[in-house]
């Protein structure tokens, strides 16, 4: 399976925006899937997490209350809705089949303040 992301660029604090990862495959329905994030000089971490059925979500405690995970299985798509945003949530962004391991290309968020 292949990602493809998109929705990412330029937004002041307190905008938002809503990003979009797309998968080539049906197989996606069959896999939970993930949103990490990289900031300049961090490490890759965990956003948020959605399971193949979407019962079961989970988030960093950074964004829970400001970011949503869902997903669409008859468009082999995750979304993540990201509301008030800090410059803190710079990053490239990226999905991830967490069964396969397969990653996105990555999206890249910028907030200014």
């Known amino acids: 399976v292949q990602l493809v992301e998109s929705g990412g660029g330029l937004v002041q604090a307190g905008g938002s925006l809503r990003l979009s990862c797309t998968a080539s495959d049906a197989t996606f329905t069959l896999d939970a899937m993930s949103w990490h994030r990289q900031a300049p000089g961090k490490q890759r971490e965990l956003v948020a997490s959605i399971s193949r059925t979407g019962n079961a979500i989970t988030y960093h405690d950074s964004v829970r209350g400001r970011f949503t995970i869902s997903r669409d299985n008859a468009k082999n798509t995750i979304y993540l809705q990201m509301n008030d945003l800090k410059p803190g949530d710079t990053a490239v962004y990226y999905c991830?089949?967490?069964?396969?391991?397969?990653w996105g290309q990555g999206t890249l968020v910028t907030v200014s303040s």
């Open positions: 991830k089949a967490v069964l396969t391991g397969t």
